[in-house]
């Protein structure tokens, strides 16, 4: 692994727990099963439409953002991070409003937080990117951990190394990411480790 100087989180699934059903976000807005949500909404041209499918999804987000939990191990991670003195920030594909909930509900200390409405979603890389740069970093000295095959995809995207997350179900793609854990106390030893190197 290139030397590690920042580390960027997804949110969902991967320092707190979603309980977001897209099968039935599909149902309720009429996307089609093979399709992006975010991708399908794009498309519509109907405003009346669009602003419907829209607010199934924020209704959908803010639901899921009452109950979010952080991931056993998410408080160890973030002391391993002071401790190495690593800057760290959130991408993720959720709304600002619902992302905001998560972070403050469960105390995560990352002022940083990127969403859908401040850059193209994953697996566009300009979120990435653009933290890099603010960060005054190469984009291949930057982990970016998640824990589906878009948040892979947007490190390969910016050049930056990616790091998945499987909670121990080995997935089809997981083979594509640079690194691949269990659980975040894997991620929280291999700061330590860089910590005392």
Not at 42 to 69: M, Y
Not at 172 to 182: F, S
């Amino acid at each position: 692994m290139i030397k590690l100087k920042g580390i960027i989180f997804d949110l969902d699934g991967t320092l707190v727990t979603s309980s977001l059903d897209f099968s039935l976000i599909r149902q309720q807005i009429n996307c089609p099963e093979q399709l992006d949500v975010l991708v399908f909404v794009d498309t519509l041209t109907c405003v009346k439409t669009k602003a419907h499918a829209n607010n199934v999804i924020a209704w959908h987000e803010q639901q899921d953002a009452l109950s979010a939990q952080a991931l056993p191990g998410m408080t160890d991670l973030f002391d391993a991070l002071e401790k190495a003195q690593l800057p760290s920030a959130i991408v993720t594909r959720n709304s600002q409003s619902a992302s905001a909930l998560k972070v403050s509900n469960n105390r995560i200390p990352i002022q940083l937080v990127l969403t859908r409405e401040d850059y193209p979603p994953k697996p566009a890389p300009d979120a990435l990117l653009a933290i890099a740069s603010l960060w005054q970093l190469e984009p291949q000295s930057i982990l970016y951990v998640g824990d589906y095959l878009y948040d892979i995809q947007a490190a390969f995207n910016a050049g930056m190394q990616s790091c998945f997350i499987n909670h121990g179900r080995e997935s089809a793609y997981q083979a594509q990411a640079d690194l691949v854990i269990t659980h975040l106390d894997e991620l929280t030893a291999l700061l330590n480790s860089l910590e005392n190197n």
